[in-house]
């Protein structure tokens, strides 16, 4: 006859804690940027716009001469610069940009850390907006630059494995192709996709100068 060793309680209790599944904050900067988009959206849409409808704190500025015009004399207008990328003019729009945060984001913070990323998007932001005061008559709400910045970056992650997936070229075209249309369709003005592919520039110019985590081999 066969004889089996009973399980004592301590392998017991370890198989109890293998079996339990627990929630990881995976992408600090990623999870944390779309959950502020998300609040922002929802602020604005339900609280701002009727408590104080000329705030437009989540809405970029234009150019001179425009009803939107960045005034050196205003505070608010210093942290419109970044906090535009926090907005959304609908929920299709907020939608779709977190869908596509939370694809990339957490791939590029295992790549290069979440610092550096979260740097990366504050400078994204910042340039677009700034570019957007200087040039634009029409204003911006929501994150395509931070979004092709990403896209590119990714780009250039793959690149390094020595191969380009098709699929990552395909978001880029539809997402471009999206935002063109939607644009042209409100605004008749192809201004803000222009100022959100400096993101996708400046995707270009991180991909040069950054240098991803290097991790060492499993055995």
């Not at 502020?36 to 970029?60: G, R």
């Not at 634009?136 to 630059?145: N, R």
Request: charged fraction near 15%.
């Amino acid at each position: 006859s066969s004889f089996e060793p009973k399980k004592t309680n301590k392998s017991k209790s370890r198989s109890k804690k293998k079996s339990k599944l627990g929630i990881e904050y995976n992408a600090p900067v990623s999870l944390t940027f779309s959950i502020l988009c998300l609040v922002a959206f929802l602020l604005e849409k339900f609280l701002l716009e009727k408590i104080v409808p000329d705030l437009n704190l989540f809405t970029s500025l234009s150019k001179q001469g425009s009803e939107f015009a960045f005034v050196a004399s205003n505070p608010i207008h210093y942290i419109r610069l970044i906090t535009y990328v926090f907005g959304a003019l609908d929920w299709n729009q907020l939608f779709l940009s977190l869908i596509l945060i939370l694809l990339l984001g957490p791939s590029l913070e295992i790549n290069y850390g979440g610092k550096l990323l979260f740097v990366m998007m504050l400078i994204s932001s910042f340039v677009s907006g700034v570019i957007s005061a200087c040039f634009s008559a029409v204003t911006l709400s929501g994150s395509s630059s931070v979004i092709f910045m990403m896209i590119i970056l990714s780009g250039y992650s793959a690149i390094e494995k020595k191969k380009m997936p098709l699929s990552l070229v395909f978001v880029f075209v539809f997402f471009f192709a999206k935002e063109t249309m939607k644009t042209l369709a409100e605004m008749s003005c192809f201004y803000p996709v222009l100022i959100s592919l400096i993101g996708g520039f400046l995707g270009c110019v991180f991909g040069f100068i950054a240098t991803p985590i290097k991790r060492g081999k499993k055995k």
